[in-house]
């Protein structure tokens, strides 16, 4: 497709429990990033990828988000050990060099 | 990180033009000036961005302080679809910088 792929679009997990979330940018671009939106709130950086490598983590909350980006392309931001303080929106973004950022639809994670 | 100031909402007409203002007095001189809106129950959409002269697009206008301290966002007329928050945010150049920092935007109310 054209546009940045999130999946799932909505996710419910119990407390305690792994989740995985999967983007998929717009072929060709070199730049990834995460955020996380609360309702009400802008969205919140975490962290962002050029190419392979994390080029800037530093908005991750602790050590229990990781997010990898083995070839390039597809990510997934994985949460271990999930709190209900983790509920939120979570969004990824591609952009290529200079250009506007491209957004997903999101993945909306509820932790009960 | 670079800060900008906007108001917290706006409201409009239909098919009026709309000033959306966004301070930012400690600008950079590597900063571009980046506009994006949300929707209800969507992501973050790219409106329009620059560095030091004033930008068109099919979507809005950008008019850029001679000192680059403010910005004014121009919906020329707008409609119902219009209404969103709409983030002013500066994305610098340098490692680190790159990230795009939501603040809390301006709610734009639009009346039929």
């Known amino acids: 497709g054209a546009g940045v792929s999130q999946t799932p679009s909505n996710k419910v997990t119990e407390k305690g429990k792994y989740v995985e979330l999967r983007c998929d940018p717009i072929s060709g671009h070199t730049a990834l990033y995460w955020y996380r939106q609360s309702l009400g709130q802008g969205p919140e950086f975490l962290i962002y990828?050029?190419?392979?490598?994390?080029?800037?983590d530093s908005g991750l909350p602790n050590d229990r988000f990781f997010a990898v980006r083995p070839e390039g392309s597809v990510s997934t931001l994985k949460i271990q050990r999930t709190e209900r303080g983790d509920s939120a929106v979570y969004l990824c973004?591609?952009?290529?060099?200079?250009?506007?950022?491209?957004f997903g639809s999101g993945t909306r994670l509820t932790v009960v | 990180d670079a800060k900008t100031t906007q108001p917290n909402s706006m409201e409009s007409n239909e098919e009026e033009p709309v000033h959306l203002p966004c301070n930012h007095s400690?600008?950079?001189?590597?900063?571009?000036i980046h506009w994006y809106r949300q929707l209800p129950s969507q992501g973050p959409e790219y409106v329009i961005h620059?560095?030091?002269s004033n930008v068109n697009n099919r979507m809005a206008s950008l008019a850029i302080a001679e000192d680059r301290k403010s910005s004014t966002l121009i919906l020329h007329r707008a409609t119902l679809r219009d209404a969103a928050v709409y983030y002013c945010i500066l994305r610098g150049l340098i490692q680190g910088a790159q990230k795009l920092v939501f603040g809390q935007g301006t709610r734009l109310t639009i009346n039929p």
């Open positions: 620059g560095l030091t």
């Open positions: 990828f050029q190419g392979t490598g994390a080029a800037d």
């Open positions: 973004a591609s952009s290529l060099g200079e250009s506007g950022y491209t």
């Open positions: 400690t600008i950079s001189g590597t900063d571009y």
